[in-house]
């Protein structure tokens, strides 16, 4: 028998991210619409540079952050290690973000920048180390916190890489110029963090709130041992220039996508709960979405003549940043943002007063919208990319900045929610 | 849904309080969903023990769903002390959902 024993972290140090996430969301959504043009170029361009760290660092990290703040204690089952260096980690990542994306924006990559990219990796390794302390003793749900583990030490190469790029600019640190090592930067960033990270935290929480029966660990560590390998085998080929490993490590990662695809499937096909609500539809959106640019990448390593165009790898960019990671984003706030906000207003009043239901916070017609927003934007802006129709790209972007703003009044409503209990 | 208790009279007013208690995500009452365990009534110490789980272990909504279902108890038994324990021997598990409970979430 044990108490019933308060096991949350404080909101006041989850929140911020939730709205400095949104804030990066609306903010790379105007980017992506004001430079709609750029999008048929080349990807190394100041502009989508500046997108593709908001959305990967001010959105996608940051959201996440916070929400592993939140997801750790319930995965240790004990309080978060610091909540003190959980907020250095807001503040240090959160001056840093601005600095970073404007240098890339201006493509003025000299001190400011340098500094940004710098507050960034200090940012990351203040929450690397609170996970670190966190796991000290045996976590109980061991497998994902490992998932969640593992990949924030991705993230920590990914930023370390990212820095020495930055330097390198400048002062010639590496062997080769930035741009030889920037997938190199990419891949670290997108299947060690967003993969593992979005694969361990999705196979917790999906089953979760489908209430589903189904459970499979073996399947899940043997998802955790194919994206590890074919992240590994990947730099191995890299670093030792053998080009033939990259198919094989991109089978591997293919593999482990579509072990996940089937465990999110039978998930979905034992859950006790009938209907599924939008947060749950748009986060099992996700892993469907992840498969198009594992084909992108398979389809582009077949085809050697003619070469493929430069804004092929854009689109697969904009399916990565704009489609996968943001479809379980904008998923999983609804289901864990509410709960936070009911716990701080609600939570002392719960059995003594009515109390509205978590789910009452969120404005659902809103959600509605955002949702049509959202995934008309994505093809849209897709079509436009495969159709080179500039017309598209722009009507495609609009959509996702409409998505983006209703996004960000959804979270407001929340987060400035004020309690309506009956007495 | 298998709840053991020592007085089964108490116990139908008891489940009566505890069917108000609702899982905030789920939205269903702790009852159906199967979360109440055991119910137990000492006259010598006039306290009412309550043993139930939840559906995950150190659930963020644990804590208020634990408050509502001791408030609920006090409610309905004023004049006795509630204790009430959280356990996870066994793990909660969907076949403890009762038929009412599968029905409101087949809908």
Not at chain 1, 32 to 44: I, K, Q, R, T, V
Not at chain 1, 206 to 215: G, R, V
Not at chain 1, 251 to 268: E, G, Q, R
Request: one cysteine or more; aromatic letters at 12%.
């Amino acid at each position: 028998m044990i108490s019933p024993a308060q096991t949350t972290t404080p909101p006041r140090v989850v929140l911020p991210f939730y709205g400095y996430g949104a804030g990066c969301f609306l903010v790379a959504t105007l980017l992506l619409l004001s430079h709609s043009g750029a999008l048929p170029g080349h990807y190394f361009q100041p502009s989508l540079l500046a997108i593709t760290h908001l959305m990967a660092l001010g959105w996608g990290t940051m959201m996440t952050f916070g929400a592993s703040y939140q997801l750790m204690p319930v995965l240790t089952g004990k309080l978060l290690w610091s909540n003190r260096l959980a907020r250095v980690s807001f503040w240090l990542s959160g001056l840093g973000i601005p600095l970073l994306v404007w240098g890339f924006y201006r493509f003025n990559l000299g001190g400011p920048t340098l500094v940004g990219g710098a507050l960034v990796f200090l940012g990351i390794s203040a929450w690397l180390f609170n996970m670190a302390g966190s796991m000290s003793e045996k976590p109980l749900e061991q497998l994902h916190a490992v998932f969640v583990f593992s990949a924030g030490i991705w993230l920590w190469l990914t930023a370390l890489v990212g820095l020495t790029l930055l330097l390198n600019f400048r002062y010639p640190v590496l062997a080769a110029d930035s741009l030889h090592y920037l997938s190199v930067h990419a891949h670290l960033g997108i299947l060690g963090w967003f993969l593992l990270l979005i694969t361990g935290v999705g196979a917790r929480l999906i089953p979760m709130f489908l209430i589903s029966k189904y459970e499979n660990r073996r399947l899940l560590w043997a998802i955790y041992g194919l994206v590890n390998g074919g992240l590994l085998l990947y730099l191995a080929g890299f670093l030792m220039e053998i080009s033939g490993m990259v198919f094989p490590a991109m089978a591997l990662v293919a593999a482990a996508i579509t072990l996940f695809i089937c465990f999110c499937h039978k998930a979905y096909k034992a859950r006790l709960r009938r209907s599924v609500d939008i947060p749950v539809r748009l986060s099992l959106l996700s892993p469907a979405l992840m498969t198009l640019p594992v084909l992108m990448l398979l389809a582009s390593y077949f085809r050697k003549s003619p070469p493929v165009e430069a804004s092929f790898f854009v689109s697969y960019g904009l399916l990565i940043f704009f489609g996968w990671i943001t479809a379980i984003l904008l998923g999983m706030t609804f289901k864990t943002l509410p709960f936070i906000i009911w716990n701080k207003v609600y939570g002392a009043l719960a059995g003594r007063q009515q109390t509205p239901a978590p789910n009452a916070l969120i404005h659902e017609g809103v959600l509605r919208w955002m949702r049509y927003a959202y995934l008309s934007g994505l093809g849209v802006l897709l079509s436009g990319m495969i159709l080179s129709l500039s017309a598209l790209l722009y009507a495609g972007a609009a959509l996702l900045f409409v998505s983006a703003m209703l996004y960000g009044y959804l979270v407001l409503r929340i987060l400035t929610h004020k309690s309506q209990a009956a007495p | 849904m298998m709840i053991e208790t020592n007085n089964p009279l108490r116990s139908t007013a008891a489940l009566a309080a505890l069917s108000t208690v609702t899982d905030p995500e789920i939205g269903l009452n702790i009852v159906d969903l199967g979360l109440v365990y055991r119910l137990d009534f000492d006259a010598a110490t006039n306290t009412v023990r309550c043993d139930m789980s939840l559906t995950t272990q150190f659930c963020p909504m644990g804590s208020a769903i634990t408050e509502a279902a001791r408030n609920a108890l006090a409610g309905a038994f004023p004049e006795s002390d509630i204790d009430l324990r959280l356990t996870f021997n066994p793990p909660w598990s969907a076949e403890r959902i009762s038929p009412e409970g599968r029905e409101f979430l087949n809908r």
